[in-house]
């Protein structure tokens, strides 16, 4: 009877061990990304690799729940420099983040230090949403977001300033395209101002 109870013990635990496998296996990552430092920021989209732009958290059609879109270097269509990002969107949520077909960048800030934040972004049907804003390991900081609709046949520069709130260590960039449509990102620049 022991020897029953161990066997039967025995098998409820590899089968919830074999469980939380599949279920682990079969979760998404939330984005994609190739790393470079030695390039920094590369707002400019310059540096491509395995169709990714270096240094940049993309949310692809591999990491989002649902859509069809494709994102990728235009050599045709650029503000500056030898390509732009272009977007081509059939389908896609309009909830943001790794919902949506975008891009986001962190990098490392003190409290208090302000930002200017810069995009030329050109559109064509699409709605995008620009979001800057402070986080830390566990908490988000209040956001500043600019929501773009109008059709811009000529390169559109957004401006944004953001002001590092208490206890917040890194600031966040974030663009994702809400509906579809086409559009195309170029020359991204965080600059701070003070």
């Known amino acids: 009877m022991h020897h029953k109870t161990f066997l039967l013990s025995t098998i409820v635990i590899l089968l919830a061990f074999a469980f939380i496998s599949f279920q682990t296996s079969c979760i998404k990552p ?27 958290l993309v949310y692809t059609s591999k990491t989002t729940p649902s859509g ?22 059939k389908e896609c949520s309009d909830k943001g983040g790794w919902y949506s077909p975008g891009i986001a960048q962190e990098i490392n800030v003190l409290v208090g230090e302000k930002y200017l934040i810069l995009a030329w972004i ?26 773009l609709s109008e059709n811009y046949n000529e390169w559109h520069l957004v401006e944004m300033r953001y002001t590092i709130p208490e206890n917040m260590k890194r600031l966040r960039l974030e663009l994702n395209v809400l509906k579809p449509g086409e559009c195309w990102v170029d020359e991204i620049r965080i600059t701070k101002t003070n």
């Open 122 to 147: 050109k559109n064509n049907q699409s709605t995008i949403a620009l979001k800057v804003n402070a986080v830390d390991a566990k908490h988000e900081a209040e956001v500043t977001e600019t929501f």
């Open 68 to 89: 069809t879109f494709t994102i990728l270097a235009d050599t045709t269509i650029k503000k500056e420099g030898k390509q732009s990002l272009h977007f081509v969107v």
């Open 30 to 56: 939330m984005s994609e990304s190739e790393i470079d430092q030695s390039i920094g920021m590369n707002g400019s989209f310059e540096y491509i690799k395995n169709g990714l732009p270096i240094n940049w």
